[in-house]
């Protein structure tokens, strides 16, 4: 411990790279390569039947990963009794029968009508078309006790993805204006209606955020492949007939699993860095050309885990200088809940976490080096290749900027609230045969990973959480970062 203490003073006097060699023999101190291929094998083992949100396996991982925490002396979160912090789902299955009757046509639900929010109906109302529904075509428009009709997404923007966020906001000003219901002309080419009832068809999971956020009035996207949906709607067509039924919701919970370890910089323990990745998969499923079922996720996630597993196990050894906080995620295959969760319950103040180091995989296609998601974008980027280095492993940035990763993971989750985020990833320069052979497959087995790389893969990932836990300036956005005003309101009081 004293050696430890002396060190630390000296060290922001010196250079990086003696700083980064004494770095390397505390991570080879606890980061063996039995341990990380044993611990591995046990999180992505068959026994835990892809740890899908929820099971009782899922369960048993979140027990192994808090036991271990719990043996090297990493502490709970203050105000938590225990590791775990409860998260709470709600599946949602669709209505089993609905219509919508106008004139003399009668248009199915699952067929030509879905449905996106809310979950029962039995009305009989006015329809009134608001051509794109903006704020202006909503703004001196009658709607109170009607069934608003709209065309899908903006005004000249035929993006899908985009349409789903205007949805929102459209039946938001709907409701608000006293609509019973939303009713979307579905025109798009880029995606099909059959694949968008397919995607919209079955139950989905969504977080379980209590009684004020829920329902709302029905909103439905209806098939226009035509379009001549408009000319019908924009010329008057009187009463229509809105009825839906059936719809079930369920409820159930899974668990974060969190842990602690203070700071020894009395100057800089109120900094908080979160070292994270999620621990579930998605389960058990159709079987492959082998006939397994059990889609282990060794690359999505087991590995990740075990970075930060590793990295809770060093650091309760040799604590940094910041204090450091272990996160492993549930829910991230359902839609990132568990770190939506968790920004949303924060067990600490969000303004005191000043990092996200998130860890998460497709897979790899390269072992030399490393991939950081948003390696440039904040200003811990030489910690990031120092580490890497140290181990032999180059440091690449995001390749595959049409993926949109970054945004494909729970450091998103972060980023959104203002804190400074990245993700630690496996070498990939392509979303290629090599990673799609293994990406939510079946065969994504323990025994079909290269654990020499593993092995050097984690320990950079230790070390670079190590330097991000005692850099002498606190890690920030790069300036222009599309999060960087998140982040000036999120600590505009420090
Ligand atoms: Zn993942």
Redo the contacts with the bound molecule.
């Keep these: 411990m004293k050696t430890g203490f002396f060190l630390s003073a000296i060290f922001s006097v010196l250079f990086l790279g003696a700083f980064s060699q004494n770095t390397q023999s505390l991570v080879e101190e606890t980061v063996t390569h039995s341990g990380v291929q044993a611990k591995i094998e046990f999180i992505a083992s068959d026994e835990l039947r892809g740890r899908d949100t929820p099971s009782p396996e899922q369960d048993i991982a979140a027990k192994y990963l808090a036991t271990r925490m719990k043996e090297w002396g990493v502490k709970a979160a203050p105000g938590m009794d225990g590791y775990r912090q409860k998260v709470n789902f709600k599946k949602v299955t669709p209505p089993s029968s609905g219509s919508f009757v106008v004139k003399d046509s009668s248009y199915a639900l699952g067929e030509d009508i879905l449905l996106l929010g809310g979950s029962s109906a039995n009305l009989e109302a006015k329809v009134v078309f608001l051509d794109y529904g903006s704020e202006e075509d909503f703004e001196n428009a009658k709607v109170d006790g009607k069934i608003v009709v709209v065309r899908l997404g903006d005004k000249g923007e035929p993006n899908v993805r985009k349409a789903f966020g205007a949805g929102r906001e459209k039946r938001e000003r709907a409701a608000e204006k006293g609509a019973l219901a939303l009713v979307e002309l579905y025109t798009s080419k880029q995606i099909g209606w059959k694949i968008i009832k397919n995607y919209l068809g079955g139950p989905s999971i969504s977080l379980d955020m209590g009684e004020e956020k829920e329902e709302g009035i029905p909103h439905l996207w209806m098939n226009d492949s035509y379009n001549t949906g408009a000319d019908f709607f924009a010329d008057k067509i009187g009463k229509a007939q809105l009825n839906i039924s059936g719809a079930t919701t369920n409820r159930f919970s899974a668990y974060n699993v969190i842990g602690m370890v203070e700071g020894t910089n009395p100057d800089l323990k109120d900094q908080i860095v979160v070292y994270s990745a999620?621990y579930d998969h998605v389960g058990v499923g159709q079987p492959d050309a082998e006939g397994d079922t059990i889609y282990n996720g060794t690359r999505?996630?087991g590995i990740?885990s075990i970075t930060v597993l590793e990295a809770a196990h060093n650091i309760a050894k040799y604590p940094l200088e910041r204090t450091s906080m272990f996160i492993f995620f549930t829910g991230?295959?359902k839609g990132l809940l568990g770190s939506e969760w968790f920004v949303e319950h924060p067990v600490v103040p969000l303004e005191s976490i000043v990092m996200c180091f998130n860890s998460?995989?497709?897979g790899y296609n390269d072992t030399s080096i490393t991939t950081i998601i948003g390696l440039e974008r904040t200003t811990a980027t030489e910690a990031f290749v120092t580490a890497g280095e140290t181990y032999g492993l180059g440091t690449i940035a995001d390749q595959m900027p049409d993926q949109n990763l970054f945004d494909r993971?729970d450091q998103v989750s972060f980023a959104r609230k203002g804190i400074p985020a990245v993700m630690y990833t496996m070498g990939v320069t392509a979303f290629d045969d090599e990673l799609l052979k293994y990406y939510h497959q079946a065969g994504d087995n323990p025994d079909s990973v290269d654990y020499d790389y593993l092995f050097k893969f984690t320990k950079a990932y230790v070390h670079a959480c190590r330097l991000v836990g005692n850099m002498p300036e606190r890690p920030y956005w790069t300036e222009g970062d599309k999060y960087y005003e998140a982040g000036e309101e999120l600590y505009k009081t420090q």
């Design positions: 999620h999505d996630n990740g991230e295959e998460d995989n497709a993971s």
